[in-house]
């Protein structure tokens, strides 16, 4: 069975950093695009970020300089370090993996999330 | 940056047909997707590729698109499809994606 299980949130202060996991079962991480979407209490889905099979990475303008994306393939978890954390960046944050067409690609499995916090 | 535009909020009898919109610019270049979001629950893809559907999804869901404008229709709809529907592209590069701003569909 496809899964993914995200870990690593809580409650930080401002300025602070964390890291979250994806640990995912039933396919290779670094076969495929895999991703990190967040949504902030009562708002939308924000796309954050993305790594490629081949190790590409690409950030929403709100986390880049801030936010790093990587992953273990000994370990097939997904990472996201975050630091100089703000409040806006308080939601809950899903790993999903993707999937490529010829010009795009989607996410069609998804974690159930972990919950982020920032706050003094 | 680009921006897909959706309806805040739609609303039907159970048993109607419910269509949310979705417009973008890129769009006639770019598949729209749409995801279903119930409360407290993780997205879950409904439509990929504009119009094909995931095994598991009923068939009352479906897709279509026309120049900058994508259409999610759920025919028959049940009161269990009440949920928040997003649906998703990417820009023209290809590498940066983004939803819509969320549709809030209430079949009561």
């Known amino acids: 069975e496809v899964q993914l299980v995200e870990t690593g949130g809580g409650l930080i202060q401002p300025g602070g950093s964390l890291r979250l996991s994806c640990a995912a079962s039933?396919?290779?991480?670094?076969?495929?695009?895999m991703s990190w979407v967040r949504q902030a209490p009562g708002k939308g889905l924000e796309w954050v970020s993305v790594i490629y099979s081949g190790g590409s990475t690409y950030y929403a303008d709100s986390v880049k300089g801030r936010f790093t994306i990587s992953r273990d393939n000994s370990k097939n978890t997904l990472y996201l370090q975050m630091n100089s954390l703000r409040a806006e960046d308080t939601a809950v944050y899903y790993c999903a993996r993707g999937r490529t067409t010829v010009t795009d690609y989607y996410m069609d499995v998804w974690g159930k999330g972990t919950t982020v916090t920032v706050s003094s | 940056s680009y921006e897909l535009t959706q309806p805040p909020s739609v609303s039907v009898s159970p048993g109607q047909t419910a269509r949310i919109t979705c417009s973008g610019d890129a769009l006639p270049k770019k598949y729209a997707y749409w995801y279903q979001q119930k409360s407290g629950q993780a997205p879950v893809l409904v439509i990929y590729e504009d119009s094909k559907r995931p095994s598991g999804i009923p068939e009352r869901f479906s897709g279509s698109s026309s120049g900058t404008m994508a259409t999610l229709t759920i025919s028959g709809a049940q009161v269990e499809d009440e949920a928040d529907y997003y649906c998703?592209?990417?820009?023209?590069?290809?590498?940066?994606?983004?939803f819509g701003g969320g549709t809030k569909l209430t079949v009561l």
């Open positions: 998703y592209s990417t820009d023209s590069s290809g590498n940066l994606p983004v």
């Open positions: 039933g396919f290779t991480v670094s076969s495929n695009y």
